[in-house]
C-alpha cells in the first residue's frame, strides 16, 4: 500500500491530501516517524525517523498520532480484496502483502492484466492506492513493488531478474540494512549487479551463510531466512513482547506498574489472538542512562492470563527496580510457548478459568469497538497509544514478535 | 542487659529460628533476632511479619533487658564456639560483646525499640499431637501451589471438628485430602496455614520429640502453635479456599491395584524421558497389568509394566509423572489403589493394604494426550 498510515489518515480528513503529513506523534514528543507522505518525503523525512529531526528538516509539515484501530480495520479491508485473487495471501506486515498467483490464469488472466483488475478493485473498495510488484521470485516481486511506487504496476519478465536488480543499490535487498550496506560498501560493493557478478566462495568468506543467501539474492532467487518459505505458510513467533518508551523519564510507582499492566494486557491479548501459552515472561527495564536489566520468571503451567502476566511481572519490577530512579523504558516479553495447556484444571471455579472466560468476552469487545474498549483498572493510568506496523493477528501471514515498530516501507 | 548460657541451647534455639528471619534485608530489622533476658531464661524472637518465632532457652541473667543481634551472622559464629557458657552482654551503643572461654567478639546490633511486636496469643482451641499435625503435612503440603498469583492456594486448609481433623492442598492441577478421627476434638474451626509456616511446624515437631502436643489458637488474622516451650505465629491466608469436597469423586467406575514401590520405581525410571517442562507420562490399564511410558523428541523413550489387578476396559491416560511420584513417595502402606473414570476425568489414589488409619484421598487431573 502506498504511504499506507498517510493514505488512511487523509480518508478521514480530506484536508491533509497533497500536504507534508508526519504520522507518529506531536513534534517535540520523543518517539519515531510511523509513516510520512510523499510531499514530507520530499524533505528527508522518512519512517522509523525521530519526530524531533522530522520537525527539523520539515517544519511546516502536519503531524498526526497513529490510529492503529484505524489501520487493521484498513488492512483486513484490503486482504479481503487480495483474498479473492488467490486463495494463497500473505501478510506480510499490515500493509504488504504476497500473493501466489500460480494457477490462476484461467480466471485473471495474464499477469498485467491481473494486476490491473487488482490495482482498481482495491482503488474502488477502499480508496488508497497501492502498487504492485509481479515476478517470478517473492524477493524480486518486493524490490520490483517498490519500484513501482507510487501507484504503479512493474512486472519482471522471468529471465531478466537480474538484469532488473543489476543497477539498483544494495539497500534494496531485503534484508540488507545499514550495517550490511557499509560492510558491502567496505568491499566495493555497491549495487545489487556488482555483488551478483561476485564469486559466492568469496561471498561466504567475507559474510558467512549471509553471504551465500545474498549472493542468490542478486540473482533473484529467494535465498535464505523466511524468503525460503511458501507463500501462506502461517509462521509462528518465537515471542511476543510490547515496550514503551515514556515522554518523559519516570520514577512515579503508580505510572510505572499500571504501564506494565497495561504492557502485559497488549502481550496477553497477542497470546490468546494466536492460541499461546507461555512459560516464561520478562521484565525489560530501561534507566535513563540507559542501562538496561531484564529478569524472568518461568510459571508452573503456561499463561494467557493477563493478571496472571502482570503479577509476576510487576513483582519483577518491584524487586529489580532501583527505588527511585527515573525509568526510560518498560517492556514486556512472553516467550517458551507451550502447545497449549496440556495439564486438566481441576478446580471449575478456578480464577484462572474465570478470568479467561472474562477475557475472551473482553477480546470480542475489543474486537468490535478497539482495543481501548475494556481494560484491566490496574491499566488505566499506563494508557498509552499504540504503534502497530505487523500484520493484524488473524489474518494469514508473517507475524513478527509484536510491538515493536517494524521496517515499514510504502 | 546481661546473661549466660550454654552455646549447644543457644544453637539449637537459633537454628530452630533461621527460617523464620527475612533472607532480602528489605528491612534491616527482620534480619535480626530479637534477644530478652529476665528471670532465668533468654528469650528469642524471629519475624519476617509473615511469620514469627518465640522461643527460649535457660539461662544466668546477671542484667535483664533486650536487644537486636543479625541471627544469620550470630549462628554462624556460635556454631563456631567451643561446648561452654557463653556470656553475652549488650553495650551502649547496642552492640553485643560475646564472650566464652578465650574468645571474644563484638557484633554489631540494634536498638530493640524498632522490632516488630509480636501479637499475644488468645485463647487456645485445640491440643493436636505434633505427630499427627506433621503426618497429615508431610501428605499435603506437597500439592500447595508455588504459584504466588494464585494466593488461596498457597496453603493448606486445616478444619478441626468435634470428631475429626482434616487438612486439604491443591495447586489446581492435584489435590491431595486427609482426615483423621479424634476423641474429644474441637469446636469447629477453619483457617488457611502458609506452606511456609507448615514447614517451620514441621521443624518444631520434630525438636518436641514424638509425644509432644501442639496447641493452636487464632485470632482474625493470625494462627498461633504452641509446641512445648517454642510458639510459632502466622498471619492466616486470606481468601476462599476452593470448595474441595466438589472435587472428591464420588463414584469411580475402575479400579487397579498395585504394588506401591513398583508403581514408584517404574514411574522414577520413565520420568527420565519424559518431556522435561511438562513431565507428562501415560499411563496404560489393561486386564493385569499397568503399562508407562513416555517420549521426548530430545531425549528418548521408556516403558515399563507392573502387574496389578485391573478390571475394566483398556484406558490410557496421560498424567504428569512429579504429581504420581508426589503421592507415591508420600504414603508408607505396600499397595496403592488407582482408581479412574477415563482420559478427561480426575483419578484418584489412596493408599491401600495394612495399617490404614485414617482417610488419605489424591485426586490428580490428567494430561491431554
Redesign the interface.
Known sequence: MDAFFVSVEELFDPSLKGKAVVVGGRPHERGVVSAASYEARKFGVHSAMPLRTAYKLCPHAIFVDGHPARYRECSEQVFGVLRRFSPLVEMASIDEAYLDMTGTERLHGPPLRAAHTLHEAMKAETRLNCSIGIAASRLVAKVSSDQAKPNGILWVIPGQEAAFLAPLDVRKIPGVGKVTEKHLHSLGIRKVGDLARLDEAFLESRLGKWGLALAGKARGLDAGGWFDAEIGADTEPKSVSHEHTFGEDTNDLDRLESTLTRLCEMVGRRLREHGLHARTVQLKLRYSDFATITRAHSFESPTQVDTELSSQVRELFRRNWKSGARVRLLGVQASSFGAGEDQLPLLAEDRHERWKQALAAADRLRDRYGESAVSLAAGLKGNFRERVHENPAGLPGKHKAAGLPGKHKE | MEFTVSKADLVRELSLSQGVVEKKTTIPILSKVLLEAGEDRVTLTATDLELGIRCACPAKVKKAGAGTIPARKLLDYVRLLPDAELNIKFLENHWASLTCGRSRTRIAGMSRESYPELPQMPEPIAEIPVQVLSSMIARTSFAI??????FTLNGALLLLGPEKITMVA??????AFVEKAVEAGSRPFRALVPKKAMAEIVKLADESGPEGKAVLAGDDNHLFFQIGDRLLITRKLTGNF??YER?LPKDHVHSARLNRDEVRSAIERVAQFADE??R?IRVQFTSGEVKIYSSSVETGESEESVPGEYQGPELEI?F?AQYLLDFLRAISQSDVSFELKDQ?S?GELRPAGEGLTDQYRY??????I
Open positions: 501451589s508455588m504459584e504466588e498469583s494464585r491443591t495447586d489446581g492441577h492435584r489435590l476452593p470448595d472435587v517442562r511438562s507428562a496421560g504428569n478427561k480426575a485426586v490428580v487431573m490428567p494430561m491431554r
